[in-house]
């Protein structure tokens, strides 16, 4: 950016912090031809999905058939920063994470030698809206950021999904090469970033509404939206889609695992639809919410939990072309400094868990 040093200096930080963070994480390979063996203990995120899966014996029947009998569910706690997801893959913390497709990619083109095992289907312009205070009656729309300070997790949808809609508002947001026309600052805990945004300390952001750090303040009427993502944009149809990644020596190893876990996942996703008020009431009490607010996280339309799988690899692989060729030509600075190449990408998506592969859940 060409702002100030100190305008620049956190976001590059993060981003050198981050890329040193997944590569002295990485281990050496196990060969894809390793024979899968029996994993005794599996970790977990907690969240809203697996809570059910594990109240509803989900886990226990797809894990146990292979051997797996103790299944540990580790809450992050809002303490945690967005993207730790990436390192605790990295360091054998937990064995699968979740993270949308951008900033997945992010990570592997920091470093982090991992694959896709999942993806989900498009998005859609309800999942990382742009957000302000309900009662700042100066702002709007996306056209009265200008000139404003907006906050928000740089590797994250935080920043995919407003960057394209401010760049197609002619707004481009701050980054360390160049100055736009919205003061941008990196902010990777959810909790202060929205917490900045009600004091005043920056004027927007971006969140996912049925993230837990956000829930609350939107369901008070605190915040407003002012923008979404484009129904035929980049975002929407292909940067944020969801997907689940692990280590490539995890999988290579552990392939029955990674399939059961997906299979489990499938089945939770069916019966949470049917019992929406049952589902609510396990996911209020496992992860501490008010009921409203687990039921909400269920059924809101930008929720991203719940949703269905895309079970084409190269699909999957065509969204990540787009995606990335789309943010380097828009000047996305990450991406334009270090981006995956054609070979990296095919192999990104492991075609092993996608229709027509030897562990697909899609037979």
């Not at 639809?273 to 609510?280: C, G, I, R, T």
């Amino acid at each position: 950016m060409k702002t100030s040093s100190k305008r620049k200096t956190p976001v590059r930080r993060h981003l050198l912090a981050l890329a040193a963070q997944a590569g002295a994480m990485l281990l050496p390979a196990v060969p894809a031809t390793a024979a899968a063996e029996t994993l005794p203990a599996i970790n977990l995120q907690l969240s809203p999905w697996t809570v059910i899966a594990r109240e509803k014996g989900f886990f226990k029947e797809e894990f146990e058939r292979i051997g797996t009998r103790q299944v540990n569910l580790i809450a992050s706690g809002a303490a945690d920063l967005l993207g730790a997801e990436a390192a605790a893959v990295g360091n054998g913390a937990i064995a699968i994470a979740q993270r949308m497709i951008y900033p997945a990619t992010v990570h592997r083109a920091n470093g982090l030698d991992g694959v896709v095992v999942w993806a989900s289907e498009p998005s859609n312009r309800y999942r990382a809206p742009i957000l302000t205070r309900a009662d700042d009656d100066s702002i709007k729309t996306v056209a009265d950021l200008d000139g404003r300070k907006f906050g928000s997790s740089r590797i994250s949808c935080y920043w995919s999904s407003p960057f394209e809609q401010l760049h197609k508002a002619g707004l481009p947001l701050d980054s360390r090469a160049e100055r736009g026309r919205v003061r941008y600052e990196s902010i990777d805990n959810g909790v202060v970033a929205i917490s900045a945004v009600l004091s005043g300390a920056t004027d927007a952001t971006t969140a996912h509404l049925a993230a837990t750090q956000f829930t609350g303040a939107w369901l008070s009427g605190k915040l407003k939206v002012v923008g979404h993502s484009p129904d035929d944009g980049v975002y929407v149809n292909h940067a944020g889609r969801v997907t689940y990644f692990a280590r490539r020596d995890f999988v290579d190893k552990y392939p029955e695992v990674v399939k059961a876990f997906l299979a489990a996942r499938e089945r939770t996703l069916a019966w949470t639809l049917d019992n929406v008020d049952e589902a609510a009431k396990i996911v209020a009490r496992d992860t501490r919410v008010p009921v409203e607010v687990a039921k909400f996280q269920i059924t809101h339309a930008g929720q991203w939990e719940f949703m269905a799988g895309e079970p084409n690899a190269e699909r999957a692989r065509n969204a990540i072309r787009t995606f990335q060729e789309w943010h380097i030509a828009n000047g996305d600075d990450i991406l334009s400094e270090r981006q995956l190449s054609a070979a990296q990408i095919h192999a990104f998506i492991d075609e092993r868990f996608f229709v027509g592969g030897q562990y697909s859940i899609y037979q």
